[in-house]
Structures are given as structure tokens and as C-alpha cells.
């Protein structure tokens, strides 16, 4: 029975549906480690949307932040997941001054 505070995925693939790999090994592991984590992640760049790949692991809604270079707002409008954009200099400055708050290191 694992259980994870906070789990980071990546993928292959990006679509309005959701996140997806070309392996259905590698979607079954990440299913089964969202499905137990607190917090969830996802970390992918914007080149990868609208390119779906074989197997969907997971729904938008699943995850609590979608780490990318793009300006995502704009395709997941209903959603629940907040985006945080790395190239864009406000949100580094909210990131890197919310981990100072914590005391949480970078």
C-alpha cells in the first residue's frame, strides 16, 4: 500500500481529454501512483499538445498543477488544476517567494 505526499508525472502526450504515454505499462504506474498521492503534478511542455498519445492515464482534473512553458490558461479554461508557466517572470517571482515563506528550499 504506497501512499506519496506529492507526485510529479510526465507525459507524452497532451489533448483536451487529458495526459497520456504510448506505454501501457508506464500509464498503469502512473494511474495507480495518482490515484495514491495527496498532491499531484504534472510536468510537460507545451509542444507535446494537441498530440495525444496511445494511453490516456489521466484526466485534467486529476492533477493540482500543470508545470509547463506555455501559456496553457487559455486551452483549459475548465479545469481545476492551476497552471504555473516557468517563462513567465511572475510566476518564478510567486514560486521562488512562496517557497521562502515556507521555508521550503528550491
Sequence with gaps: NLRVDLAFAG???LS???V???EISEAATKTALLRRASHKVLLADGRKWNKPAA???ASWNEFDFWITDT???RVLKTAKLRVVNVR???TRG???HNRKAQGTRP
Design 94 to 96: 510567486k514560486v521562488a
Design 88 to 90: 513567465d517572470e511572475k
Design 55 to 57: 494511453v490516456q492515464f
Design 16 to 18: 483536451s481529454e487529458g
Design 71 to 73: 501559456d496553457a490558461g
Design 11 to 13: 507525459a507524452s502526450g
Design 20 to 22: 497520456s504515454t504510448p
